[in-house]
Structures are given as C-alpha cells and as structure tokens.
C-alpha cells in the first residue's frame, strides 16, 4: 500500500506542470467564453442569423444549432464543451500512452520495478496519480469557468457548471484507458498514441457528422464522443451513458494492468517488440 | 515455466537457479542456465557482450519471465513472492538511466521512498562522500560515471542481504572502480552476498571468489577464481641445451606453441594435462624452464578461441 501512494505521490508531482498548464488553460477558456455570453447575448438577433446562414455540416463540428445557441447548455455546448474532450484528449493520449511506457522506453522502468514495490502497486499509484491529476486539472477549469458566473447573465449556478465536467472526466478517461492499453499491447508508445489520436479524431468527426447519414449514426454509437454530454441538471445526464463509459475504461485499464503483470520488462535500446501477428516475409 | 525440477529451495544457497531458459523469438538468449551461489560469497559472472549475463540477471530479479527452469534469491521463488526478494536485494542495472529534471539527492530520495524510505539518509550521504558524489548537482549534468555512482548508491543505501550488479564499475574512472569495489568488499565483509556480471577481469578477479563464464546462453564453467587461473591455462617457456624435435611437445593435448628461437627455445601453453607436458620436458635436454600464470582474462579469452 505504501508503495501504491508513493508512486501515486511521484506521479502526481510530475505532472504537475502539465496539470497547471492545462487547468489554467481550460480555467482561463472559461473566463472568457462566460465573460463573453454578455456580449453575445446582445448581439443575439444578429447572431442567430448568421448562424442560420452557416451550412449545417460547419456547424454539426461545433454541436450548435440557431435555436439552441443563446440557451445557457447551448452556448457553453458549442464554444466550449463540444471541443474540450478533443483538445484535453491531447493531454489524455500523451500521459495515456506513457504511463508506463514512457520510463521503460526510456530505460528507467527497469530500476524502478527492482524496488519492492510490486508491479500491481506500481501500475494502480500510477493510475491513480494520473487520475488525481486529470481531477486537478479539471478542477481548476471549473474554477476558472464558474468564477464570474455570478456576474454573468448566463443563468448558471457553480453546481451546474460542474455536471459537464463529470462527462469531460469521463471522457478523458476512457482516452487515458484505450491509449494505456494500446501501449501495452503495441510494440511502442508512439504507436498507441497515434492509434489513440485516430480513435479521438475520427470519434470527433463521425459523432458530429452522424445526423447526416444512418450508416455514419451507427457507426457513431460505438465511439465514445457520441457519449459526451454537457447538461446542467445532473438529473439529465444519461447516467446509462455514463457508466458504461466509465465501466469501459475501468474493463481497459484491467486489461493493461493484466498484461503489464505478464510481460517481460523491456530495457532502453532494445527497441520494440514485435508485433505478435506481424509477417516478415524472409522468416515465412 | 515449463521444467521446474528443483521443488524445494537450498537453505545454503543465496542464489540457486535450475534449468533458466529464455527465447525473443528466434534467439535463444538462455539455454538452461544452472547457478548456485553460497551465502556470504562474491561470484563474478563473466561473459562477452550478448553471450546473456543481463538476461540472467534480469530472469533472477523478475524482470522478465523465462521460458523454463527456476530459481530461487534468499530461498524466494523471485516470481512468487517478488516484493520480498526486492526488499532484500540491491540491484544495479547496466544501462541506468534517471530523472534529468531531478538532483542526485532527488532521485536517491525517490529511490529510498520507493523503499518505503527503509533507507538512512546518512548512511547514503556518507556513500555519496566515499564516491566523491556530489548530491546537488542535477542529473542532466551529471557524467556517465556520476550517474553510475547513483546507481551504485542505490544498490547499496538499504544495506542489502544480496547484491546484484550488472557491470558495476562500468564508466567509472580507475580510481573510483578501485573505491567501489573497496565498498563491495566491505560490504561483503558484514555478510552481503555479491553476484556481479563484467567483461573486466581484472576486477572479477581481484573480487570474486568464485566465478561462472558464460558464453551463447550456456554456464561453460564454474570455477573458484584461484582455481581457474591456475588449473585451466598454464604457459612455459623452456630453453633447451641443444636443437630438439618441437614436434615432441606440440603433438601433445591442449599444447599451442606461442613462439619459437630456434629450434633450442620455445614459448608454449597447455590447457591440457600438465603431468604429460612435465614427463615429455623430462626426457629433453632442459637448460632453463620458466613458467607463467596467465590472468584470468588470457583464460577467459581461451573459452571464445
């Protein structure tokens, strides 16, 4: 156990610019999308007809609508929940795909895992330390967006602000877990994280282009975008929805701890593994 | 583990392994290595590069799984019950590689709470002045030899019952090899068990009381040290009384002449069976007869001709 919460302290502590640099980010895109409300709502009439005039596909990518653009959700769906997933997956994919992979990359996991800590303690103080940032992080971004709420004309409580970041944490985590697994499995962390962008990008774009095509709205419901709510009532978030979000990427990291338990330790220099079912054709 | 032969481990032993095998894919980096190495004794593990002295190391300590075989450090089962073998082991890798954004102090710091912090901060202030380290100073600015320090400091900050060491004074300058292994000694002297992988004779032996050579995967011998230097390889050089026959000693087993003056003086070295050497030298004209004991290094280097 002490040796889950020193790694989980250690792994804290090292992110620990990257968890001021995107809490303050997302904390001061906050800021300025609820200062910002007051003058979009007076420009509203003008506002809605430009919109109006927007092809719906450009707008699809933004998850607006004329109509919904000037209700509290609405506005804060389209300049600024709708891509939060998508720019803080960056943050997800990176520290995702080097939680482990990183330092033995690297060459450090070798003498790391020689201290009697144990590898399960080892893989869950990471996870957790990982987990404790992504809360941190989003936490000041709450911060951030519900600091001048009180000001603002916008109609939303602190308490509300906060319900669309349990789906962002969501969100972020399922990235973490998938890009965690895949660099397990994969021969290098390079690999994962770009398997893991794919899985975000092509996420992003076929869960905001679903309403155009049934085949693209089928296909939609396996990526975890078409997951991501942002209400303010807790009571309309789809607590279905969000479970088995979280249950998936509880089922990913399992599986990545599951591996990490089995496989060899690799050193620095010795490269990548193989994959499993590669062929090379001289060998065949 | 596919052979696990050995049930039961030897009370005897600090480090016994049975049968270790271990494959990446087509290359078979172990092929069935047997080790037993007492308690309180400093075993040298010599080997060239790739011949699986880091596999060996690593299978021991969990790192990776092998194939087959088993083994046991402190009489654990190192798969069973890793974190116990880890508590009481010190373990240098032989490529380290640390936290550049961390001091010297920061990373032993790091690795002493990884410790549960069993470590004495004194004790690793004092090994830091012994080895001329200064703890300050951050890693990115450390030499490789500093950063060996580190992992030297590490291995032994927790005062372990085994040592495990992967080319210790590699990057070291002479003097500071000199001192480490003063250290490793020492530590042997209060009951530490050292098994140490190198390709520097030299050091395995001025160090190790006994010595395993392995070479593609295979233990090809286990020797104590003095034995070794003595039994295995043994030179003469002999100046005759008059012209003779060379081929009366060459034709003999394990007999290679070095070099030849004449037909009256030659240089030459056995690894074969010194009393026939001596019985044919017996029956020559012997005027001067002067031999020499190789270093383990020439010995090892007769395992990979």
């Known amino acids: ?284 | 583990m596919k052979t696990n032969k050995m049930t039961k481990p030897n009370p005897d032993l600090a480090i016994q392994a049975q049968g270790l095998t271990k494959s990446y894919g087509k290359i078979q980096a172990l092929e069935g290595i047997d080790l037993e190495v007492k308690y309180g004794e400093i075993f040298g593990f010599l080997g060239p590069n790739g011949a699986g002295k880091t596999t060996t190391i690593r299978c021991l300590l969990d790192m990776i799984r092998p194939d087959g075989g088993i083994a046991y450090l402190l009489g654990i089962n190192p798969q069973e019950n890793p974190v116990k073998v880890q508590t009481m082991t010190g373990y240098l890798p032989g490529e380290m590689q640390f936290y550049d954004n961390l001091t010297a102090e920061g990373q032993l710091r790091f690795f002493s709470d990884m410790r549960n912090g069993r470590s004495d901060w004194s004790y690793v202030c004092n090994l830091a002045d012994q080895l001329d380290l200064d703890l300050k100073q951050p890693i990115k600015n450390l030499s490789k030899g500093n950063k060996q320090k580190i992992g030297v400091i590490q291995a032994l900050m927790h005062k372990p019952d085994l040592l495990l060491l992967d080319e210790p004074t590699s990057g070291l300058d002479p003097l500071m090899q000199q001192k480490v292994l003063v250290l490793l000694r020492e530590f042997n002297r209060q009951g530490t068990t050292i098994f140490f992988s190198s390709h520097v004779m030299s050091e395995v032996e001025n160090v190790a009381q006994r010595v395993a050579i392995i070479r593609a995967g295979k233990i090809i011998e286990i020797a104590e040290t003095e034995s070794l230097t003595h039994r295995t390889l043994n030179r003469f050089i002999v100046r005759f009384k008059q012209k003779i026959d060379i081929s009366q000693i060459s034709r003999l087993e394990g007999v290679s002449i070095l070099s030849q003056n004449g037909s009256d003086q030659i240089k030459f070295q056995t690894t074969g069976d010194i009393q026939k050497v001596i019985q044919t030298l017996g029956t020559l004209p012997v005027q001067d007869l002067e031999t020499e004991h190789p270093s383990l290094e020439e010995i090892f280097l007769t395992y990979y001709q």
């Not at chain 1, 420009?43 to 707008?59: D, R, S, T, V």
């Open chain 1, 1 to 284: 156990m002490k040796g889950l919460l020193t790694t989980l302290r250690y792994t804290f502590m090292n992110l620990r610019g990257q968890i001021l640099g995107w809490g303050l980010g997302v904390g001061l895109y906050g800021i300025m999308i609820v200062q910002m409300f007051e003058t979009m709502a007076a420009q509203q009439g003008q506002l809605q007809k430009m919109i109006a005039n927007y092809p719906k596909e450009f707008l699809a990518f933004f998850g607006g609508d004329a109509n919904s653009i000037m209700t509290p959700s609405g506005y804060l769906h389209m300049y600024a929940f709708s891509m939060l997933p998508i720019i803080i997956s960056i943050f997800s994919i990176l520290v995702g795909s080097g939680m482990i992979v990183s330092d033995e990359e690297r060459g450090r996991l070798d003498l790391i895992i020689a201290h009697p800590v144990g590898r399960s303690a080892f893989f869950f103080g990471r996870f957790l330390g990982v987990v404790a940032a992504i809360l941190t992080m989003l936490l000041i971004g709450w911060i951030g967006f519900s600091l001048l709420l009180g000001k603002s004309s916008l109609g939303v409580n602190v308490g509300q602000m906060l319900v669309p970041f349990i789906s962002l944490f969501v969100q972020i985590l399922f990235y973490v877990a998938i890009t965690l697994l895949l660099s397990v499995l994969l021969p290098s962390r390079t690999l994962a994280a770009v398997v893991g962008g794919v899985i975000v990008v092509s996420s992003y774009m076929i869960s905001s282009l679903a309403f155009m095509d049934d085949i693209l709205m089928t296909i939609s419901k396996i990526m975890p975008y078409h997951y991501f709510q942002t209400v303010l009532e807790v009571n309309d978030l789809n607590l279905t929805w969000l479970f088995s979000l979280l249950g998936i990427s509880i089922l990913m990291v399992i599986l990545a701890w599951l591996r990490f338990l089995r496989r060899d330790i690799r050193l620095s220099g010795e490269g990548s593994w193989k994959l499993r079912f590669s062929i090379n054709p001289k060998r065949a």
